[in-house]
């Protein structure tokens, strides 16, 4: 179809993306949705697939943990769908990150505003610089330190 002019035609093509994105919004939000979720079991995949405290395998209650801290800010930022991308394209590492169910994503976060390991019952972890390690399991954190109020 030709246009008088160049701002015709982009009002045109305009109307023409909105009309397209209502007719085929159910579909894209269907999509988006479902690539989310696969790309959420590929990380979790990766990250082992078990819930590194109680050992539970249910995808649909496993969450990505950061280990040090900061998973909110990171989140903001990102968006977990953001994050899972990150990963999947070997932008970013798993080095600070473990799998947790929900559960033991709370307790985790419980026990490391106590000082106490996040995988054993109750011990305490043992500061040493900027560094925290448990004298039982070993599990060592670094950053979260600084977060602790
Ligand atoms: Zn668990
Ligand atoms: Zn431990």
């Known amino acids: 179809m030709p ?23 159910d579909r894209i939000i269907r999509e988006k949705i479902e ?13 082992g ?10 995808w649909r ?3 990505v943990n950061h280990i040090n801290g900061n998973g909110s800010k990171e ?10 991308r990150e990963i999947l394209n070997g932008k970013r590492t ?3 990150l473990d799998l947790r169910c929900a559960n033991c994503n709370i307790l985790y976060e419980y026990d490391m505003r ?17 560094t925290l390690e448990c004298p039982k399991c070993g599990f060592r954190i670094t950053t ?5 109020k």
């Open 3 to 25: 246009y008088k002019d160049k701002q015709t035609k982009q009002i045109h093509d305009r109307a023409f993306n909105i009309e397209w994105y209502l007719k085929n919004k």
């Open 35 to 47: 690539k989310h979720h696969t790309n959420r079991r590929k990380v979790i995949e990766l990250l």
């Open 49 to 58: 697939g078990k819930c590194v405290r109680c050992g539970i395998t249910d």
């Open 61 to 63: 209650i496993l969450q």
């Open 75 to 84: 989140r903001k930022i990102k968006g977990s769908s953001g994050i899972f």
């Open 94 to 96: 798993l080095i600070d």
């Open 114 to 130: 106590r000082g106490k390991c996040a995988n054993c019952y109750q011990v305490d972890l043992i500061k040493d610089g900027q």
């Open 144 to 148: 979260f330190i600084k977060s602790l």
